[in-house]
C-alpha cells in the first residue's frame, strides 16, 4: 500500500465518493476525477454502463471525454487523474491518449476481481494500468493502491446483489467544474 500527501489522499477520497454517487445512480461503483497541479478538481465522472447501456460508460472514460472538449493538451500533461480503482486496460489506454501526466488510484484491479468474481457485468483483465502505459512512449506517473479498504467499502453487496440500488433513468455525463476552491 502506497502512502500519500494530504492533498493525493484527499483528491482520491473525493473520487471514492464520487463511486458511492455513481452507485447510487444505478451504475457500478466506480468514480474519477481530473486535478490540475495545485489540486483544484477540474472534472468528476460517474461510471455510467448501466443508466447509458454504453459499456464504454466508465467513470475515466467520461471524463476524459469530456475534458478533451475544452482543457488544452498541456494541461492534461500536468494533471492527474484520481481513480477510485485502478483503470482497466481501455481506461489507461484513455489515459495514455489523452496524455494525462499522473494517476493515482485507490483499488488494485486485483483486489476488483477479489470482489467481482466472474461478475457478468465486469469481466475484469488481468492486466494493470501500469503495464498498459508503460507499454507507451510518454512516462506516466503511477500511484496506487491506496486507501483500498475504503474504495472497497463502496462495492459492498453490489456485485453479490444483496444491496444494489435498481437504475435511475439516464444521467447527464461528467461536467468541468469552473470555481471548485483548491484543496
Not at 83 to 90: I, V
Not at 104 to 116: F, K
Not at 157 to 165: Q, R
Amino acid at each position: 500500500m502506497v502512502t500519500l500527501d494530504g492533498q493525493d489522499e484527499h483528491l482520491l477520497r473525493s473520487a471514492i465518493a464520487i463511486s458511492g454517487r455513481s452507485r447510487e445512480h444505478g451504475n457500478h461503483p466506480f468514480g474519477a476525477l481530473l486535478a490540475d497541479e495545485d489540486g483544484r478538481v477540474l472534472f468528476e465522472g460517474e461510471n455510467s454502463v448501466v443508466t447509458s447501456g454504453d459499456v464504454t460508460g466508465h467513470a475515466e472514460i467520461g471524463l476524459i471525454r469530456s475534458a478533451s472538449r475544452t482543457l488544452p493538451s498541456e494541461e492534461f500533461a500536468k494533471a492527474t487523474l484520481y481513480s477510485s480503482a485502478e483503470p482497466c486496460a481501455m481506461c489507461a489506454g484513455a489515459i495514455y491518449w489523452a496524455g494525462i501526466g499522473r494517476v493515482v488510484y485507490a483499488m488494485a484491479e486485483t483486489d476488483l476481481l477479489a470482489l467481482t468474481g466472474s461478475h457478468a457485468e465486469n469481466p475484469t483483465l488481468d492486466l494493470g494500468c501500469r503495464i498498459v502505459l508503460a507499454s507507451g512512449q510518454r512516462h506516466i506517473e503511477v500511484v496506487g493502491p491506496a486507501l483500498a479498504d475504503e474504495a472497497m467499502a463502496v462495492h459492498e453487496g453490489f456485485w453479490d446483489g444483496s444491496s444494489a440500488p435498481s437504475p435511475s433513468p439516464v444521467r447527464e455525463h461528467p461536467a468541468r467544474i469552473e470555481d471548485a476552491p483548491a484543496s
